[in-house]
């Protein structure tokens, strides 16, 4: 499936967030790249707002346009506030419980290493990265790809008990989702609201 590989800085600047995560250039250029990037801001208009919201959380998942709007759809129709929902449904994902766990550096590191068959849920190989992992899955590491030098270098020193809805066992080298996590529990800092208004237009 096709998937965005431009510059990441350009998009973090778009949004004035590290979005893929720390951005030595973002800390300089805090303002949207282009000719026009540092110059007055012109007011968005409301729709504007919302659309900007959808393409974070599209862009901080990893997630193209028809998954993301599936995952709403299905939040919509799921008991709950449907904007918490579908911020569980995407953190749900096994590309994102992957780094979540520390296993991977990155969500885009992390579906790689799920496309090339290196975890496994409850030891089977899933390859798929939006997979949705269920409360009381175990994800680990193939025991040959332990090894891999990106998954070492991630797990190392990786703070395992930052997300309280997972929890790691450093023996078997391996997660599990213990709960889908509350909206306070998801450190990413979108406005769910706005993309639930921009779609029930």
Same mark, same amino acid.
């Given at each position: 499936?096709?998937?965005?590989?431009?510059?990441?800085t350009?998009?973090?600047r778009? %949004?004035?967030?590290p979005i %893929?995560g720390p951005?030595k250039?973002?800390?300089?250029?805090?303002?949207?790249?282009?000719q026009?990037?540092?110059a007055?801001k012109?007011?968005? @208009?409301?729709?504007?707002?919302q659309?900007r919201?959808k /393409?974070k959380?599209?862009?901080?998942?990893g997630?193209?346009e028809? /998954?993301?709007?599936?995952? %709403?759809?299905?939040?919509?129709?799921s008991k709950g506030?449907?904007?918490?929902v579908l911020l569980?449904?995407?953190?749900?994902?096994?590309d994102?419980?992957v780094?979540?766990?520390?296993?991977?550096?990155t969500?885009?590191?992390?579906? /790689?290493?799920?496309?090339h068959?290196h975890?496994?849920?409850?030891?089977?190989?899933?390859?798929?990265p939006?997979y @949705?992992?269920?409360?009381? /899955?175990?994800?680990?590491?193939?025991?040959?790809?332990? @090894?891999i030098e990106? !998954?070492?270098?991630?797990?190392?020193?990786f703070?395992?008990?930052?997300?309280?809805? !997972?929890?790691w066992?450093?023996a078997?080298?391996?997660?599990?989702?213990?709960?889908l996590?509350?909206?306070?529990? !998801?450190p990413e @800092?979108?406005?769910?609201?706005?993309?639930?208004e921009?779609?029930?237009?």
């Amino acid at each position: 499936m096709a998937r965005y590989i431009g510059p990441k800085t350009k998009i973090a600047r778009k %949004f004035g967030e590290p979005i %893929f995560g720390p951005d030595k250039i973002l800390s300089k250029k805090n303002y949207p790249p282009g000719q026009h990037g540092n110059a007055r801001k012109r007011k968005t @208009s409301e729709y504007g707002i919302q659309l900007r919201e959808k /393409q974070k959380a599209k862009y901080t998942y990893g997630v193209l346009e028809k /998954q993301f709007r599936n995952l %709403f759809e299905k939040a919509s129709r799921s008991k709950g506030i449907t904007g918490e929902v579908l911020l569980q449904l995407l953190e749900g994902r096994l590309d994102n419980i992957v780094f979540r766990l520390g296993i991977a550096p990155t969500r885009a590191a992390a579906r /790689q290493l799920v496309s090339h068959r290196h975890i496994s849920v409850d030891g089977k190989v899933v390859n798929i990265p939006s997979y @949705s992992v269920k409360a009381g /899955q175990v994800v680990g590491i193939r025991e040959r790809s332990k @090894s891999i030098e990106v !998954i070492t270098e991630a797990l190392s020193g990786f703070n395992h008990s930052k997300y309280p809805w !997972i929890e790691w066992d450093q023996a078997s080298f391996s997660g599990k989702l213990l709960h889908l996590p509350e909206r306070s529990d !998801i450190p990413e @800092s979108i406005k769910e609201q706005l993309i639930v208004e921009l779609y029930s237009k």
